[in-house]
């Protein structure tokens, strides 16, 4: 894929300059002094020679066959020049040139015409507005980028090409190598899904980073990095992530979404490994280039100093790995060699006297403990230490075996020879404890990732037709939100179980409803004005007697018709009381990239202030489903604290399922919330006590 | 003993405010009085009685004592508002008849407090036109002044209520229309043989909202200040400026409270430096702490609301109509209004009542 970009048989600079600083003239150097091998040629109609290479005034009049086509040529020009690649024969193209989307309307309206012009000529391109690309293999560099990074097996892609530079720069110091660059630009035709389908499928590329700032279609996304993720790992820093939205929301769920959200789910979802900062993304591609996957989460930290010890024990304590105790066959080995005083357990601690001897000895009795899938090899830099010769140890060992090691060698100026052995023998080191304990968890996760069994998605049609016919008639009516009883049609025939409820429009009818139901009983205001019914005092819970239930209906009714006069009053429900159980809060949101999301809370009232919730994109998994509830903070709370018994969490799950089905059933619904749904004890269920619909769009 | 009916062409004109204010000085002129109140709109239970809120704070302004469950007989809850739409209910004006006499016994006037407009009470089959002639009461019509319009609904009245009708009291009439008014309006109405009882100015105070109301109305939730949410707030503004125009434009109006969405810390800032009476948050987002404590300092309560700013506006702007003599300084307030702009010597005349001072 994309072989027309990335080895192409010749090169044309459109736009190529004499002037050294011209953008054009920093290319032509860049292809000619990284060693490109096959003919290259300068296109300028005022210079015969450039950089001591024919020039010509046109691609039309260059005599020998062009494979790609880097243009820097002002941007009211580019669309020209595709058109004549189009008259060449040449289908890939990168175009240089600023001054498109990124500048304003004028720009917006050139780059439409450009996109046009290419899908007419079947010309591809990369760009507009970027810094170029590099394949450091096929010796391409058509950049403007000051240097060529090492050989190496780091694909990245960058939606900023400023700093795609800025982390290349920091790779050439420090002796990290990449298989390709590219810089994306304006992505107005080649997109990032499909750079990250092409690195897939690159041979000399092991590990994918890349960093976005929006994507354009989210499920297209969702999609190609889930099969892009099981091949090869895919790092990405995404930015530019904010609430915004969020604010106009009437549901909680809706509240409780937006940006940051959508993206964490659908990496969550897709096996993306996320990176929060560029030296996550540095530190993960670093680990994920250079060792092998963990086979499980139980790490060993092998250190000479108490302190940078506990801070990996720590941070390893916050990650989902595990500080296992070492097998007693290895703490007898161990002791062979250390001092009585050393610490055998894990971290292992061999003191501040230890040598390279020492590393080298514990690190390879660590590793033949069978229950260990990791080691962190931790090393201050004493005055009796060799630092060169303890890396050299390390790396010696680290290429025998088929486990991760990673380093921290902490300090900088006596540590920086060791460090460069380590990198030397792909073993990467760290400036930090915490940074090496956090690449090794990201590798875990993606072993857990690429070893997930293929997920069930349980099948809970022929539901829909039944309820099609509401949300029909809701369209007709102009209306967004469901009433009541539309909302206890379709959760009824999705299987929900709800309270045993009755509309009643005098106090009489509220006495009768009561006693038919059994007290207690709660009763709510009905009003297709009123949305929140409690904030205006229009609930009230456990009445048990006629009198109040006659004194709330007098109570809740006058008091809406005070406060919001010109709303109809319906009635009042009355409803069964549900007593006991666990509030927890499930909903359906609609993210503009990534389509219908679902939420799961613990929660009640106080949901919007814990936020204690998590979200995946529609549709979800049972295992989906399994992890959503195990994510929040107070799943214990549902497992039963201080000998509560548990609470229904497989019922929750198959909600959550239900949900899930209903939103796909249903493209309409913009928002959902079942708030509270009450979850009794295991085998009991689950019961919706209240719940909002409102739909819109097409 | 006189019955004096305080009725109106369009709801929400100010007659609770009239009727405090006539019962005011009819008590210090002499006469024994009393509150009746035929068709109440605002249920509320007293002592378990139910009666309407209106009619109750009249009652107590002033030191009434007659039994609660006799001065508003018929009270429209939304029990008896869907009777009524689904059959006619009888025996309504049977009984409004029997309290009234019941009222009246030991009285020189009687105020009687109608509701909506002279036209209203359909759904129950009990007009304010039937009520006031079954109990042949005199009729004194305010007008909330909001244009000239109004003249022809004051015709139509006086033509409707014939004998009964003695004149009108204008309310509300802003500075702006004043001299209108006094140019054409009076002489006009003059010509027509409409005697003008009074006119009340526009008054600030009287269209005042306490801060707790306005919580109530708004679905709200107060954060901080809880002891100050009987504090008048006269104006509303809203925050949507930038932050260095902010202060001096929440400056420039007292006692106003501030409309701003929960995230605009800025705006929440310099209104609660430049001393607004309360801030409204809208979006249901809440402040930060910070904001919190300074508003405490300065005791400026502080309310979240789930509306948007707009809707908020909106539906203060609703409630700026309907307002209600609630508070202790607005009652005050009004009562002096009338005392202070009534013409009473036209207005005995018209009962055929001289003052008897004790």
Known sequence: ?698 | MISLYVGSTSGYSGKSLVSMGLGHKFKKDGFRVGYFKPVGILPIKVNDVLTDNDAWRIYRALELKDPISEICPVVLTQELAVKGYLKDVKGLLAKIVKSYNQLSKDKDIILVGGYGSIYSGGVLGISGLKVIKRLNAKVVIVVKYEGEFCVDYILQAKKDLGDHFIGVILNKVTHEYKQGVEDYIVPFLKRKDVDILGILPHDSIVGSITIEELNDMLGGKVLCCHDRLNNLVEHFLIGAMQVDRATEYFKRTKNNAVIVGGDRADIQLSAIESGTECLVLTGELYPSEIIIARAELKDIPILVVRDDTYSVAKKLERLSVRLRLRDKAKVARSTDLVAENVNFPLFYEKLGIKPQPR
């Open chain 1, 1 to 698: 894929m994309l072989n027309n970009f990335f080895s192409p048989k010749s090169i044309a600079v459109i736009g190529a300059s004499r002037t050294p600083g011209k953008v054009g003239y920093d290319i032509l150097k860049n292809i000619i002094q990284y060693g490109y091998e096959e003919a290259v040629y300068p296109i300028n109609p005022e210079a015969s020679e450039i950089l001591g290479l024919k020039a010509y005034p046109s691609i039309l009049n260059v005599p020998n066959e062009i494979g790609l086509a880097v243009v820097a040529v002002p941007p009211q020009r580019v669309s020209e020049v595709i058109g004549q690649c189009r008259e060449r024969g040449i289908s890939a193209a990168v175009i240089i040139t600023a001054g498109f989307r990124e500048s304003g309307s004028e720009g917006t309206k050139l780059e439409n015409e450009l996109v046009k012009k290419a899908k007419e000529s079947g010309v591809r391109f990369i760009g507009p507005n970027c810094l170029g690309m590099i394949d450091t293999h096929s010796r391409v560099n058509v950049s403007f980028a000051a240097g060529m990074p090492n050989k190496g097996n780091i694909g990245f892609f960058s939606q900023s090409g400023a700093l795609g530079i800025a982390v290349l720069d920091l790779a050439l110091a420090e002796d990290i190598g990449f298989s390709k660059f590219i810089s994306m630009g304006n992505k107005a035709d080649i997109s990032d899904e499909e750079i990250m389908q092409a690195l897939a499928e690159d041979d000399n590329t092991k590990v994918i980073l890349g960093y976005i700032e929006g994507v354009s279609d989210g499920r297209k996304f969702l999609e190609v990095a889930s099969q892009v993720s099981k091949k090869k790992p895919l790092i990405i820093l995404k930015s530019g992530i904010t609430r915004s939205g969020a604010k106009a929301a009437s549901s909680h769920t809706g509240a409780l979404a937006g940006r940051e959200a959508a993206f964490d789910a659908a990496f969550k979802q897709s096996g993306v490994i996320r990176a929060h900062s560029v030296g996550e993304l540095f530190n993960y591609a670093l680990a994920f280039a250079n060792q092998p996957l963990p086979q499980g989460p139980n790490v060993a930290i092998i250190t000479n100093s108490g302190g940078p010890g506990i801070l990996a024990a720590d941070a390893s304590d916050r990650s989902d790995l595990q500080l296992v105790p070492l097998h007693k066959q290895t703490v007898g080995e161990l002791r062979t060699f250390l001092p009585p005083v050393a610490s055998f357990y894990n971290p292992i601690d061999i003191l501040g006297d230890a040598g390279a001897e020492r590393y080298e000895k514990a690190l390879y009795a660590v590793l033949q403990d069978k229950k260990v899938h990791g080691v962190i090899v931790l090393l201050t830099p004493t005055a009796v230490i060799d630092v060169e010769a303890a890396a050299k140890a390390v790396a010696n060992i680290a290429n025998l075996i088929d486990k991760p090691i990673l380093t921290s060698f902490m300090g900088r100026k006596s540590i920086e020879p060791g460090s460069k052995i380590l990198m030397k023998y792909n073993v990467p080191n760290y400036s930090y404890p915490e940074e090496a304990v956090s690449s090794l968890n990201a590798m875990y996760h993606y072993h857990l990732w690429i070893n997930e069994h293929d997920k069930t998605y349980p099948d809970f049609g022929g539901l829909k037709e039944k309820v099609l016919d509401i949300f029909n008639k809701v369209k007709e009516e102009n209306r967004e939100r469901l009433s009541e009883s539309e909302v206890y049609e379709i959760l009824k025939t999705y299987g929900f179980s709800q309270p045993k409820s009755l509309l009643a429009r005098t106090s009489d009818e509220a006495v009768a409803a009561a006693k038919g139901i059994g007290y207690p009983v709660v009763m709510k205001i009905i009003s297709p004005q009123i949305i929140h019914k409690s904030d205006i005092g229009g609930v009230r819970i456990n009445l048990n007697s006629k009198k109040e239930v006659t004194d709330a209906f007098f109570d809740i009714t006058t008091r809406v018709r005070h406060i919001m006069p010109t709303a109809h009053i319906s009635g009042v429900m009355i409803q069964e009381m549900i007593r006991g159980g666990k509030e927890v809060i499930m909903g359906i949101t609609r993210d503009a990239q990534f389509g219908h999301m679902i939420m799961f809370g613990l929660g009640g009232v106080y949901v919007e202030v814990l936020k204690d919730i998590s979200f995946r994109i529609i549709p979800i998994s049972q295992e989906d489903a399994h992890e959503m509830v195990r994510e929040t903070k107070t799943f214990p709370l549902l497992r039963g604290v201080r000998g509560e018994t548990e609470a229904d969490i497989e019922a929750i799950e198959k909600s959550l399922l239900i949900l899930s089905q209903l939103a796909l059933d249903f493209p309409q619904i913009i928002e959902a919330d079942i708030n509270p749904l009450l979850v009794k004890k295991r085998g009991e269920g689950v019961v919706a006590v209240d719940a909002r619909f409102a739909i819109g769009g097409d």
